[in-house]
Nanobody, 119 residues
Framework: QVQLVESGGGLVQAGGSLRLSCAAS????????MGWYRQAPGKERELVAG???????TYADSAKGRFTISRGNAKNTVYLQMNSLKPEDTAVYYC?????????????WGQGTQVTVSS
């Protein structure tokens, strides 16, 4: 089992920055991928950025050049630095962790943190 706790959301003006944090606890040694997803009202949840245990990162096209995903030194924390925010970035942002134990793959989600970008 893995528990995820997000923080860092809030209200910011367009062009501003926010840094989201996600702290994992529990069976963190089994985490293979951590990432950030977002869900805007009336839309499906979508991947924003992900990072593997080896440090490989991936970004949605909408996030490239503006957002940076990184991990803390203890490897149980993942950050999403969001710069040049736009109103269309407004959404609830969710932290995700994928664990692999032998052949069992599990998905874990945080409770979500609201990001609102005003124009």
């Amino acid at each position: 089992q893995v528990q995820l706790v997000e923080s860092g959301g809030g209200l910011v003006q367009a062009g501003g920055s926010l840094r989201l944090s996600c702290a994992a606890s529990g069976s963190i040694s089994s985490i293979k991928v951590m990432g950030w997803y977002r869900q805007a009202p009336g839309k499906e949840r979508e991947l924003v950025a992900g990072i593997t245990s080896g440090g490989t990162t991936t970004y949605a096209d909408s996030a490239k050049g503006r957002f940076t995903i990184s991990r803390g030194n203890a490897k149980n924390t993942v950050y999403l630095q969001m710069n040049s925010l736009k109103p269309e970035d407004t959404a609830v942002y969710y932290c995700n962790a994928v664990t692999v134990v032998v052949v069992q793959v599990n998905d874990y989600w945080g409770q979500g943190t609201q990001v609102t970008v005003s124009s």
